[in-house]
C-alpha cells in the first residue's frame, strides 16, 4: 500500500502548485503592468509639460508687442505716418 501513496500525493498536489505557479504568475503580471502605467504617466506628464511651454512661447512670440519690436529693430519698419498711399505697381 506504501508504495501506491507517492503517486497519489504528487496527483494531489500538482493542481495546487499550478494553482500556487499561476498566482505568482499574475501577481508578477500586476507588478509590471504597475511600472508600465507609471512610465505612462510620467511621459503624459512631460509631454504635459512640454505644451504648455510652447502655448507660452507662441503666445509670447505672436503678441503685438513683440511683433512691433522685431518690426523695428531687425526690419527697420517705422509706424505709418498719416495720409501716406504706396501704390505698388502690378506684375
Given at each position: ?15 495546487g502548485l499550478i ?26 506628464n512631460y509631454y ?44
Amino acid at each position: 500500500m506504501k508504495k501506491h501513496t507517492f503517486p497519489i500525493r504528487i496527483f494531489y498536489l500538482f493542481p495546487g502548485l499550478i494553482i500556487l505557479l499561476f498566482y505568482v504568475w499574475q501577481q508578477i503580471q500586476v507588478v509590471l503592468w504597475g511600472y508600465k502605467i507609471e512610465s505612462v504617466q510620467k511621459e503624459i506628464n512631460y509631454y504635459d509639460d512640454q505644451n504648455r511651454e510652447l502655448r507660452l512661447k507662441i503666445g509670447h512670440l505672436t503678441s503685438l508687442d513683440h511683433v512691433e519690436k522685431i518690426a523695428k529693430e531687425k526690419l527697420h519698419m517705422e509706424p505709418a505716418k498719416d495720409n501716406v498711399i504706396i501704390i505698388l505697381p502690378s506684375r
